[in-house]
């Protein structure tokens, strides 16, 4: 197996439990190394760090393994994969459908499964995991049943790990799958859908809401497939509306809402959202919960000003749509807006707005997103519930 030696000092990191070599802090590579190889870090002292997968496209030359790793790729795979099913079966009982494998926090890098009750959706974003991926989709349909297998990449995630960026069916066919967060059903068209098909991330946060949803009117705005005002609608609200600028999820949402056979009054509104709220605020027209979930506004660090600026209106608006004593649900799913910077951001907008608010509850991703501590970049859902008055 090849040696990747670092500079000096540049191990400190990889000693505190990150998992990333960048190629700024590599010293020399030993010939004969192919990208998607197994490498060995060692630092400048000759200390062993890790064993990796080698990508010399890649501004993250080695993305390491968990140690030890003993030299079995296969069992490595193998094991990594049911330990994360055990894992998940564990705290979602009874479900059949919910992020499997969350790349690095798995020890499994680079690569993201989806489970959608027998079909598997996967992300490859590392040309280790790409180059053996055989042996991934073999433990899917030998120990998970897998009945499906397909990849819904993001383009450019595998542009910029020198990946071919043409997703595939890798076994079976793609198709529709009706699934259940526990309480909700969503029924998942992967041919139009998001992402692999839905947003894992907001599972438990979603079902938060249902503590203080009963009897309450609610905007649900982003609602992309209606999870946050169905299970508003499950607890009891007496009014949900769903906003979403794109006519497909607005499809999508009624078609869930149907499907889950819910009772509250709905409405469902295709508008731009600024546009909504901005509406909503001329006409004094309010709610006892506004929910706003948009997506990512910073998709990097040069767009960080701009996004911080969008998120603050964002609030602001969503602010003077909520009731008295009302609640404001807000989240940002931008890595490159920390958690700190993004509370900020919403009592600025508390401010411009002239309300009093409150936190009473704050998370990041679902239970099946786990974060390594020491990894920033395996953290970047914020969600945060505020009390407003």
Known sequence: MAKVFLKKNEERRILNGHYWVFSNEVESIEQGIETGD????????????????????????????????????????????????NFRDNIYSGRTSYRLVFSESDYLPGLIIDKYNNTFVLQVYSAGMQKNLNIITDVLKNDLAAINIFTKNDPHLRRMEGLPEADEVIFG???????????????????????????????????????????????????????????AAYAGAKEVLFVESSNTEIENA??????????????????????????????????????????????????????????????????SCVNKNGYLVTSSCSYHIKEQDF????????????????????????????????????????????KVS
Do not use: W
Not at 57 to 69: A, C, E, V
Not at 178 to 188: F, Q
Not at 364 to 374: F, K, N, V
């Open 173 to 231: 066919e793609t198709g529709t799958e009706i699934i259940n967060d526990g309480k909700i059903s969503y029924n998942i068209d992967f041919s139009t859908s998001q992402k692999t098909g839905f947003y894992f991330d907001q599972s438990d946060n979603r079902e938060f809401i249902e503590k203080f949803s009963s009897g309450k009117s609610v905007l649900d705005a982003f609602c992309n497939s209606g999870g946050f005002g169905m299970h």
């Open 254 to 319: 009624k078609s869930n809402y149907l499907l889950n056979k819910l009772n509250a009054e709905t409405e469902f509104i295709k508008s731009d959202v600024f546009d909504y709220l901005e509406k909503c605020a001329g006409e004094n027209k309010k709610f006892d919960i506004v929910i706003v979930d948009p997506p990512a506004f910073a998709k990097n660090r040069k767009s960080i000003a701009t996004a911080s600026k969008g998120y603050t209106k964002l609030n602001k608006l969503a602010l």
């Open 38 to 85: 197994l490498a060995e870090a060692y630092s400048s002292k000759g200390e062993c760090l890790g064993t990796g997968f080698y990508n010399k496209n890649s501004l993250i030359t080695l993305r390491l393994l968990k140690k030890p790793f003993g030299g079995d790729l296969a069992g490595y795979l193998k094991d990594s994969i049911l330990r994360a099913l």
């Open 343 to 386: 509370s900020q951001l919403v009592i600025n907008a508390a401010g411009k707005a002239g309300r009093n608010i409150q936190l009473i509850y704050k998370n990041g991703a679902s239970l099946d997103h786990p974060q390594i501590p020491a990894m920033d970049e395996t953290a970047y859902l914020k969600f945060m519930v505020f």
